[in-house]
């Protein structure tokens, strides 16, 4: 299902991140994904903390 947020809510989540990991939380927590995928795997810090916060996921 598609996120819809207005410019203000992206700007207000931007605002109150403080690293490029906790602006994707705050992104993801406003329509929690049950699967997801990553393109480009470094070392697996971001899914470690995707994985870490969304425990509902069941494909990644």
Same mark, same amino acid.
């Given at each position: 299902?598609?996120?819809?947020?207005?410019? $203000? !809510?992206? #700007?207000?989540? =931007?605002?109150?991140?403080?690293?490029? /990991?906790?602006?994707?939380?705050?992104?993801?927590?406003? &329509?929690? $994904? !049950?699967? #997801?995928?990553? =393109?480009?795997?470094?070392?697996?810090? /971001?899914?470690?903390?995707?994985?870490?916060?969304?425990? &509902?996921?069941?494909?990644?």
């Amino acid at each position: 299902m598609p996120i819809s947020l207005t410019a $203000p !809510d992206i #700007a207000r989540l =931007i605002a109150g991140a403080p690293s490029r /990991f906790d602006l994707w939380v705050r992104l993801l927590r406003t &329509n929690p $994904p !049950d699967s #997801a995928a990553e =393109i480009g795997v470094w070392k697996g810090d /971001f899914a470690k903390v995707i994985l870490s916060n969304f425990s &509902n996921l069941t494909k990644y």
